[in-house]
Structure formats: structure tokens, C-alpha cells
């Protein structure tokens, strides 16, 4: 069983930053073949895509987060990262990650980022 535990989260000024932390336990599944997606759902809106890390180390973002956000992975802790700067007040939403290969596919709970005016 492979659980995926969320945390960084929290409200923040317009403009400030913060890092989401999202850490893998369990057993059966090699982290270096694991790729993390990160994922966001606003009040309202539909789950969207925000971010990617491949097993290589390769990076790819939302246009809306291209610049503010980096994503990255630290294998030896299991955990993968979502640095946030310059913060808007519509990034505000839940942000969830997902950590896939091949047919493994596993979520966090998701945590929830506010920023205010």
C-alpha cells in the first residue's frame, strides 16, 4: 500500500511564497521510475494541471504557473516539491499531487493554499 501525505500548504499575502511537500510511503514501488504531477481545484472549477516531474528530472508547466512555480523531487526522501512564488490570489485552491508510472497511480490528500489582497 502506497500512501501519498501532503503538507505546506496555508494562506499567504499576494505575492509571497510558499513550498508544498508531498512525501510517498510504502512498499512496492521503485521511486526512481515515479513521475509527480501536480494538480490544483479552485472553488467552482475543475481539477487543472499545474506541473510535472519525469523519473529524468525533465519539468513542464501550466502557462498560467510558467515562471512563479518549480517543481522538483528529492529521491532519496521520497518526496516531491512544489516551490510557489510571486503568489496570486487566483492560485488559491486545493493543490493535490500524483505520483504515476506505468499502472501504479496514487494521490494525495490535497492542501489547501490561500493567498489574499
Known amino acids: 500500500q502506497v500512501q501519498l501525505v501532503e503538507s505546506g500548504g496555508g494562506l499567504v499575502q499576494a505575492g509571497g511564497s510558499l513550498r508544498l511537500s508531498c512525501a510517498a510511503s510504502g512498499s512496492g514501488f521503485d521511486i526512481n521510475n515515479m513521475n509527480w504531477n501536480w494538480y490544483r481545484q479552485a472553488p467552482g472549477k475543475q481539477r487543472e494541471w499545474v506541473a510535472v516531474i519525469t523519473s529524468t528530472g525533465n519539468t513542464d508547466y501550466a502557462g498560467s504557473v510558467n515562471g512563479r512555480f518549480t517543481t522538483s523531487r528529492d529521491n532519496a526522501k521520497n518526496t516531491g516539491y512544489l516551490q510557489m512564488n510571486g503568489l496570486k490570489r487566483e492560485d488559491t485552491a486545493i493543490y493535490y499531487c500524483?505520483?504515476?508510472?506505468?499502472?501504479?497511480?496514487?494521490w494525495g490528500q490535497g492542501t489547501q493554499v490561500t493567498v489574499s489582497s
Open positions: 500524483n505520483m504515476f508510472y506505468a499502472t501504479w497511480d496514487y
